[in-house]
Nanobody, 120 residues
């Protein structure tokens, strides 16, 4: 199994910045893509950003130019640097990865979520 633990959420004023971290642990054989999703109240969970094991990235249009995803493969950790935050960025942010655990096939794993609140 693979466990994901997020940190770095909180309350910030509009225009501010936050950095989210997500560390994967467990019986990991390999990690493919890692990403961040978010879910605002009353809305569906949506992709924010994703990064492959090779470093290729993809972003939701709403965050392009403001958010940057990165990863440290040696630490099995993915980061989301969020700048110029807007009230509409308020949501629970979830870390996700596609990983191969020992003696298992590739599966999707989710963190518990971290709240990001942006005040106007």
């Amino acid at each position: 199994q693979v466990q994901l633990v997020e940190s770095g959420g909180g309350l910030v004023q509009a225009g501010g910045s936050l950095r989210l971290s997500c560390a994967a642990s467990g019986s990991i054989f390999s990690i493919n893509a890692m990403g961040w999703y978010r879910q605002a109240p009353g809305k569906q969970r949506e992709l924010v950003a994703i990064i492959t094991s090779g470093g290729s990235t993809n972003y939701a249009d709403s965050v392009k130019g403001r958010f940057t995803i990165s990863r440290d493969n040696a630490k099995n950790t993915v980061y989301l640097q969020m700048t110029r935050l807007k009230p509409e960025d308020t949501a629970v942010y979830y870390c996700n990865c596609n990983a191969v655990a020992a003696f298992q096939s590739a599966s999707q794993y989710w963190g518990q979520g971290t709240q990001v609140t942006v005040s106007s």
